[in-house]
Nanobody
Framework: QVQLVESGGGLVQRGGSLRLSCAASGSIFSINFMGWYRQAPGKERESVAAMVEGGAADYADSVKGRFAISRDNAKNTIFLQMNSLEPEDTAVYYC???????????????WGQGTQVTVSS
């Protein structure tokens, strides 16, 4: 069983910064993909940032140059550094990974519980 625990959300003023963390626990053999998504009220969930196992990262146009995704392999933790935040960034942020476990030997998708980010103007 793999669990993801997110932290780091909160209330920040326009132009401020936050760093989200997503710690994965369980019998993880490897993490093949990791990503951050967000869902604002009344809108569909959208991809914000993604990183594949080799380290290549991709970002939504709306956050390029402001957000950065990273990982700590030793701690199975992924991060989202968010700078120059705007009220439009207000949403619940979710992390997602594709992870392989050995018992059983499967690769599955796992989601975090979500963390609220609110940017005031």
């Amino acid at each position: 069983q793999v669990q993801l625990v997110e932290s780091g959300g909160g209330l920040v003023q326009r132009g401020g910064s936050l760093r989200l963390s997503c710690a994965a626990s369980g019998s993880i053999f490897s993490i093949n993909f990791m990503g951050w998504y967000r869902q604002a009220p009344g809108k569909e969930r959208e991809s914000v940032a993604a990183m594949v196992e080799g380290g290549a990262a991709d970002y939504a146009d709306s956050v390029k140059g402001r957000f950065a995704i990273s990982r700590d392999n030793a701690k199975n933790t992924i991060f989202l550094q968010m700078n120059s935040l705007e009220p439009e960034d207000t949403a619940v942020y979710y992390c997602k990974i594709w992870a392989r476990t050995l018992q059983p030997d499967i690769t599955e998708e796992y989601w975090g519980q979500g963390t609220q980010v609110t940017v005031s103007s």
